[in-house]
C-alpha cells in the first residue's frame, strides 16, 4: 500500500516506521523531523526497531494514496482536513485522541473516513528518532461502528507489517472506552507531573475513576452500551500496563504546547450538558488544564 502518515510526531513516526517496511511511506511532519529523516532515515527504538527511509515532506498538499493516517492533534483536524481535501485517497483513518475527528475529517473528505484507538507508547527523542516506550494496539473500523471491508484491508496491511491490529464493527463503542480511559490519565497525570501508574493509587485515584466513571455515564446516554465496571476496567488495565508511561497530555504540558483537553473531558462536559448529565470532576479537570493554557498564552 501507499501511505501517508500526516502528523508524523511521536505515534505517527512509530507508525510510519514499522510501515514503511512493507509499504511505500511518506511522512508529514515538521520542517526539522522531515530534514533529519531525508538526511539519515527515520529510527525506531525501544521495544520495537527498525531503520527505514520513507519519503518525507512539510507540504502535505497534493498527495496521493491508498490510505493516510493523521495523527495530528484534535485542535488541528479542521486544518489536517482541508489540506488532505487536496489529494485523492481511497481511505481515511484517525489515530487521534479525543472525539470529533472523524466527524470533523468526514464533513471536508469524499472518501470513507475509519476511525482507530492506539495504545503504544511513543516519544519522539530527537528528530529523525523515534522510541517505543510499550508494545500495545491498534483498534480500527468504520467510525459508525459497522462492517467495512476497508477496514479489514487495512487492519491486514498493518497486521503483516508488524503492528498488532484488531479490525471491528464496534468502533463506536471503542472510542468511548478510549475517551474513559483518556479521561481519568491524561489531565490528572498533566496536572501532577506524573507517570500513567499515579492514577491507581490515592489521592489520584478517586479522581481518575470518578472522571472515567461519568464518561460512561454520558457514553451510555449517547446509546453506546459502555458500563462504569467496563470503563474502570479498562482505566486499571491500560494504567498498569503503560504505568511508567508518559501520557501524550502530559507531554504537551511539560512542552508548553496546546493540549488536547477541549477534545478529552471537554468533550465529556459538553456532551454530558447536552442530556442532562453533571460530570463534576471532568469539569474541574478541564477547567484547571484550559487555565494552564491561558496561563502560557496557549488559548
Known amino acids: 500500500m501507499e501511505i501517508v502518515i500526516f502528523g508524523a510526531g511521536s505515534l505517527g513516526s512509530l ?13 508529514v511532519g515538521r520542517e526539522d523531523h522531515v530534514e533529519a529523516v531525508r538526511e539519515h532515515g527515520l529510527v525506531l527504538e525501544g521495544e520495537l526497531e527498525a531503520a527505514v527511509a520513507p519519503r518525507a515532506t512539510t507540504d502535505g498538499t497534493e498527495l496521493v494514496a491508498d490510505l493516510a493516517v493523521v495523527t495530528v492533534k484534535s485542535a ?38 475509519l476511525a482507530g484507538t492506539a495504545s503504544y507508547g511513543a516519544v519522539l527523542r530527537e528528530p529523525g528518532v523515534v522510541e517505543c516506550t510499550g508494545v500495545g494496539e491498534i483498534v480500527l473500523g468504520d467510525r459508525r461502528g459497522t462492517a467495512s471491508a476497508i477496514a479489514d484491508r487495512v487492519g491486514a496491511a498493518f497486521r503483516a507489517s508488524g503492528l498488532e491490529t484488531t479490525a471491528t464493527d464496534e468502533m463506536d463503542r471503542q472510542l468511548w472506552e478510549k475517551l474513559a480511559v483518556n479521561a481519568g490519565i ?30 460512561a455515564c454520558v457514553a451510555r446516554a ?24 508518559t501520557s501524550s497530555m502530559r507531554q504537551d504540558v511539560r512542552a508548553e504546547r496546546r493540549t488536547e483537553i477541549d477534545a478529552i473531558n471537554g468533550y465529556v462536559l459538553e456532551c454530558g450538558a447536552t442530556h442532562g448529565i453533571e460530570v463534576p470532576s471532568n469539569r474541574v479537570l478541564a477547567a484547571l488544564v484550559r487555565a494552564w493554557e491561558r496561563g502560557h498564552d496557549l488559548r
Request: aromatic share 0%; hydrophobic share 45%; with cysteine.
Open 15 to 27: 507508525v510510519g516506521a514499522v510501515l514503511a517496511r512493507d509499504h511505500g511511506v511518506t511522512l
Open 76 to 113: 488541528d483536524t479542521p486544518r489536517a482536513a482541508d489540506v488532505l481535501a487536496t489529494g485523492a485517497f481511497e481511505a481515511v483513518l484517525s489515530l487521534q485522541n479525543g472525539m470529533g475527528n472523524e466527524e470533523t475529517l468526514a464533513d471536508t473528505l469524499a472518501c470513507p473516513v
Open 186 to 215: 491524561n489531565a490528572v497525570t498533566a496536572l501532577t507531573a506524573t507517570e500513567n501508574g499515579a492514577v491507581l493509587e490515592a489521592p489520584a485515584e478517586d479522581v481518575a475513576r470518578d472522571a472515567t466513571r461519568e464518561t
Open 222 to 245: 449517547e446509546g453506546v452500551a459502555l458500563s462504569d465496571h467496563e470503563a474502570l476496567t479498562a482505566l486499571e488495565t491500560v494504567a498498569t500496563e503503560t504505568a511508567a508511561n
